[in-house]
């Protein structure tokens, strides 16, 4: 495997490489000194075209403990605003012989074009709506850990799902594996054909809730077009908010996931987000693992 | 002058193709027989076993970018691209820069054509609008008098129904009409895609196919109203051909058109994410696709066109929201659309019939064999095939999907005013 765009194009034995690869990276990271050589004079550029706090901390953080050779561009300070295109951006930083360029756009398709025009290997930290592959395999990782298991469960994914490059990667991921997704949230966020992808879909999230193993809520996307999507906050937190009453229609051990960043009080009440069923915190944690485990695998594997 | 094509399948463009030969002199037909032909003195004799002969065909829809985008295109590479592409007539569009909207920018074009071209006739569609703003009327009659065959805003389509009503009225009063790019730009807002599963995939925004329906009825229904002919471009949905139909019964005069690439691709081929499967109105779903295909065999649409859209690769290489619209399809149109002749999907003589249809929409001459008629002539070797090479194209434009795209049916000679202005170099 030479870059990471996305999980759809990935087979369950893949997946669960990169799931088990990352046990051991998590070892590391409950060490005192979280550092190894493994990517020793790896160069890896973090490119984000689109603000994001966890994700990029999670590359540099699981970079730095590789021990690769780390550089970040932000778009405000990369040529893009001087009229530059992404393209000829893309051939200058080649120029500079990176092995790997991690890159956040909000343009879907965008990892897709840089993996063609670049040499080293690209990974794919989010693309428009389109794919978020590390995410979902943190959720995957934790979801594991949580519950033995991928097969078998029933994922509750509630929220915008039209605007969520998170859900379309869960979608592809948790249906390889073999678990039951089912989507809900208002018409408008359903986007169209999606049962397609073999998932159950619903405008009910008691419906979904229930008898769930997992229960993941998606963050309110106000950047995109929200105007046409729903009314208002008040009104989505009245018929879309994870709250006690909703929980507890899950099964008595069902887990509470978030990709963050979460709108408290929105799609998820405090009490909730903050209880002992919450595993948000975790994701954050196993990302990192789990992000150390696909550098590895595109940039070492071969050699180690 | 005169050259005779022998042992020809003639193709007349209406009614049935039969073998036989035509006589060219100067710039006339001045023999059609299904015999050999008996002439004196003859220039040139083409023994054309094997080959079809057709009247001149004409692209009715076609983007030169001339002037003020000659680095994408200009009248003359376009000219060049529809010589090899079997076009002999070619309407164009008015978004250049300036718009088509003012005398001055239709002579500019047809005076460029007509000196500095390769013979190809060039007949612009002025602007609707000034500016193709969809806000005051473009001073049609003038339009009309330097030469527009229609009107059209084309990929900015008059959202104000109101304006658009008195605009068909006001052309009719020139005797020409508004050409439709159906599109409801409201529902088609920051959309990349078809809506439907695949935008669902592949995470691009949609653009619902009821908006190009939508706009088609809209059209319809003025032109019904209004007791006005009306064209529709570029059809690419089930819904779009059914409203169609339903107001060709109605009587209402009403003629459209669709391109190859809305026969051949769907959807599904944005996966790739290839600025050149980007296109307006967007690749449609499969059921839609073979409802246009249905569409046109049966009559309800009436004419293909390119909808040749040439851009720079720096207008294409680039993400894929920023990326421009369109692709080139002049000198892909006619091998692309055979394929549905060697199926048997369309007949022999409903292919030249849709690549000549736009002659009577617009009123221009030609389209015909007829002895006596303007020699424009389109000769095509219908079992010669080939690989589409975007790098051997004559436009400008390399924006194509069917780059390597394996082909059956080439154009083999193009002839304008009796004159071969196109031989393929086999």
Same mark, same amino acid.
């Given at each position: 495997?030479?870059?990471?765009?996305?999980?759809?194009?990935?087979?369950?034995?893949?997946?669960?490489?990169?799931?088990?690869?990352?046990?051991?990276?998590?070892?590391?990271?409950?060490?005192?000194?979280?550092?190894?050589?493994?990517?020793?004079?790896?160069?890896?550029?973090?490119?984000?075209?689109?603000?994001?706090?966890?994700?990029?901390?999670?590359?540099?953080?699981?970079?730095?403990? $590789?021990?690769? @050779?780390?550089?970040?561009?932000? #778009? =405000?300070? &990369?040529? %893009?605003?001087?009229?530059?295109?992404?393209?000829?951006?893309?051939?200058?930083?080649?120029?500079?012989?990176?092995?790997?360029?991690?890159?956040?756009?909000?343009?879907?398709?965008?990892?897709?074009?840089?993996?063609?025009?670049?040499?080293?290997?690209?990974?794919?930290?989010?693309?428009?709506?389109?794919?978020?592959?590390?995410?979902?395999?943190?959720?995957?990782?934790?979801?594991?850990?949580?519950?033995?298991?991928?097969?078998?469960?029933?994922?509750? $994914?509630?929220? @915008?799902?039209?605007?969520?490059? #998170? =859900?379309? &990667?869960? %979608?592809?991921?948790?249906?390889?594996?073999?678990?039951?997704?089912?989507?809900?949230?208002?018409?408008?966020?359903?986007?169209?054909?999606?049962?397609?992808?073999?998932?159950?879909?619903?405008?009910?999230?008691?419906?979904?809730?229930?008898?769930?193993?997992?229960?993941?809520?998606?963050?309110?996307?106000?950047?995109?077009?929200?105007?046409?999507?729903?009314?208002?906050?008040?009104?989505?937190?009245?018929?879309?908010?994870?709250?006690?009453?909703?929980?507890?229609?899950?099964?008595?051990?069902?887990?509470?996931?978030?990709?963050?960043?979460?709108?408290?009080?929105?799609?998820?009440?405090?009490?909730?987000?903050?209880?002992?069923?919450?595993?948000?915190?975790?994701?954050?944690?196993?990302?990192?693992?789990?992000?150390?485990?696909?550098?590895?695998?595109?940039?070492?594997?071969?050699?180690? | 002058?005169?050259?005779?094509?022998?042992?020809?399948?003639?193709?007349?463009?209406?009614?049935?193709?039969?073998?036989?030969?035509?006589?060219?002199?100067?710039?006339?037909?001045?023999?059609?027989?299904?015999?050999?032909?008996?002439?004196?003195?003859?220039?040139?004799?083409?023994?054309?076993?094997?080959?079809?002969?057709?009247?001149?065909?004409?692209?009715?829809?076609?983007?030169?970018?001339?002037?003020?985008?000659?680095?994408?295109?200009?009248?003359?590479?376009?000219?060049?691209?529809?010589?090899?592409?079997?076009?002999?007539?070619?309407?164009?569009?008015?978004?250049?820069?300036?718009?088509?909207?003012?005398?001055?920018?239709?002579?500019?074009?047809?005076?460029?054509?007509?000196?500095?071209?390769?013979?190809?006739?060039?007949?612009?569609?002025?602007?609707?609008?000034?500016?193709?703003?969809?806000?005051?009327?473009?001073?049609?009659?003038?339009?009309?008098?330097?030469?527009?065959?229609?009107?059209?805003?084309?990929?900015?389509?008059?959202?104000?129904?109101?304006?658009?009503?008195?605009?068909?009225?006001?052309?009719?009063?020139?005797?020409?009409?508004?050409?439709?790019?159906?599109?409801?730009?409201?529902?088609?807002?920051?959309?990349?895609?078809?809506?439907?599963?695949?935008?669902?995939?592949?995470?691009?925004?949609?653009?619902?196919?009821?908006?190009?329906?939508?706009?088609?009825?809209?059209?319809?229904?003025?032109?019904?109203?209004?007791?006005?002919?009306?064209?529709?471009?570029?059809?690419?949905?089930?819904?779009?051909?059914?409203?169609?139909?339903?107001?060709?019964?109605?009587?209402?005069?009403?003629?459209?058109?669709?391109?190859?690439?809305?026969?051949?691709?769907?959807?599904?081929?944005?996966?790739?994410?290839?600025?050149?499967?980007?296109?307006?109105?967007?690749?449609?779903?499969?059921?839609?696709?073979?409802?246009?295909?249905?569409?046109?065999?049966?009559?309800?649409?009436?004419?293909?066109?390119?909808?040749?859209?040439?851009?720079?690769?720096?207008?294409?290489?680039?993400?894929?929201?920023?990326?421009?619209?369109?692709?080139?399809?002049?000198?892909?149109?006619?091998?692309?659309?055979?394929?549905?002749?060697?199926?048997?999907?369309?007949?022999?003589?409903?292919?030249?019939?849709?690549?000549?249809?736009?002659?009577?929409?617009?009123?221009?001459?030609?389209?015909?064999?007829?002895?006596?008629?303007?020699?424009?002539?389109?000769?095509?070797?219908?079992?010669?095939?080939?690989?589409?090479?975007?790098?051997?194209?004559?436009?400008?434009?390399?924006?194509?999907?069917?780059?390597?795209?394996?082909?059956?049916?080439?154009?083999?000679?193009?002839?304008?005013?009796?004159?071969?202005?196109?031989?393929?170099?086999?």
């Amino acid at each position: 495997m030479k870059h990471l765009l996305g999980i759809e194009s990935l087979n369950r034995d893949q997946i669960m490489q990169i799931l088990e690869t990352a046990v051991s990276f998590e070892e590391i990271n409950q060490r005192q000194i979280k550092k190894v050589p493994t990517l020793k004079g790896i160069s890896v550029i973090n490119f984000f075209a689109e603000p994001s706090t966890r994700t990029r901390m999670s590359f540099e953080v699981a970079e730095k403990r $590789l021990s690769a @050779d780390t550089y970040n561009i932000a #778009v =405000a300070g &990369s040529a %893009i605003t001087k009229g530059e295109t992404l393209a000829d951006t893309a051939l200058n930083l080649q120029a500079m012989a990176p092995d790997c360029l991690v890159i956040r756009h909000a343009v879907s398709g965008t990892p897709h074009m840089l993996a063609q025009i670049m040499n080293c290997s690209v990974i794919n930290a989010g693309d428009g709506f389109h794919e978020h592959p590390t995410q979902a395999l943190l959720d995957a990782y934790t979801i594991k850990k949580r519950k033995g298991r991928l097969d078998g469960l029933k994922v509750a $994914l509630i929220g @915008d799902i039209a605007h969520s490059r #998170v =859900a379309r &990667s869960n %979608i592809h991921l948790l249906t390889k594996t073999g678990s039951q997704v089912v989507l809900a949230g208002p018409a408008t966020m359903i986007p169209r054909g999606v049962e397609k992808l073999g998932v159950t879909v619903t405008y009910d999230p008691k419906e979904a809730v229930k008898e769930a193993d997992v229960v993941m809520m998606l963050r309110i996307q106000e950047e995109r077009e929200s105007g046409l999507m729903y009314p208002d906050r008040r009104e989505y937190a009245r018929f879309f908010c994870l709250d006690e009453k909703l929980l507890s229609l899950a099964r008595p051990d069902a887990i509470v996931m978030h990709p963050g960043p979460a709108n408290r009080g929105v799609e998820i009440e405090d009490d909730i987000m903050d209880g002992d069923r919450s595993v948000i915190l975790e994701q954050v944690a196993n990302g990192v693992a789990v992000r150390m485990a696909v550098l590895y695998l595109l940039l070492g594997g071969s050699n180690a | 002058m005169k050259l005779l094509i022998k042992n020809a399948t003639i193709c007349p463009g209406t009614g049935q193709s039969f073998p036989g030969s035509l006589l060219v002199e100067n710039d006339r037909i001045a023999k059609v027989a299904p015999v050999e032909i008996k002439a004196d003195g003859v220039d040139e004799i083409l023994d054309a076993r094997g080959m079809i002969v057709a009247p001149g065909f004409i692209d009715i829809h076609a983007h030169f970018r001339d002037p003020g985008f000659e680095y994408k295109e200009d009248i003359v590479s376009g000219l060049n691209a529809a010589a090899a592409g079997g076009f002999t007539a070619v309407c164009t569009m008015p978004n250049t820069s300036p718009v088509c909207d003012n005398i001055g920018v239709i002579e500019y074009q047809k005076k460029k054509a007509r000196e500095e071209g390769n013979g190809v006739r060039l007949f612009p569609i002025g602007a609707a609008t000034k500016g193709q703003k969809g806000e005051t009327m473009a001073p049609i009659g003038e339009l009309k008098e330097g030469g527009a065959v229609a009107v059209s805003d084309d990929g900015k389509p008059i959202q104000d129904s109101s304006l658009l009503l008195r605009l068909m009225q006001y052309a009719s009063s020139f005797g020409i009409k508004y050409v439709a790019h159906a599109e409801d730009l409201y529902l088609s807002r920051g959309g990349q895609m078809n809506e439907g599963y695949f935008s669902t995939l592949y995470g691009l925004p949609g653009i619902p196919a009821v908006g190009e329906a939508l706009s088609v009825a809209r059209e319809c229904l003025m032109a019904e109203y209004l007791g006005l002919p009306i064209h529709i471009c570029h059809v690419s949905t089930k819904a779009a051909c059914d409203i169609i139909a339903f107001f060709k019964t109605r009587g209402v005069k009403v003629t459209a058109e669709t391109a190859p690439h809305y026969l051949l691709l769907t959807d599904e081929a944005l996966g790739s994410y290839d600025p050149n499967t980007k296109v307006n109105p967007p690749l449609r779903s499969e059921e839609d696709r073979r409802a246009v295909i249905e569409a046109l065999k049966n009559g309800t649409i009436d004419a293909i066109a390119t909808d040749h859209a040439p851009h720079h690769e720096r207008d294409k290489n680039l993400e894929f929201n920023a990326a421009a619209s369109g692709m080139v399809g002049l000198e892909t149109a006619v091998a692309l659309t055979l394929k549905f002749v060697h199926e048997k999907q369309i007949s022999l003589e409903r292919f030249v019939e849709v690549f000549t249809a736009g002659y009577r929409m617009f009123g221009i001459e030609g389209g015909t064999l007829a002895e006596g008629s303007l020699a424009d002539i389109t000769l095509i070797d219908p079992s010669y095939t080939w690989t589409i090479d975007k790098n051997m194209f004559l436009s400008k434009g390399r924006n194509t999907p069917f780059h390597g795209f394996h082909v059956k049916g080439a154009v083999f000679r193009t002839i304008v005013a009796g004159k071969t202005i196109y031989t393929r170099p086999y």
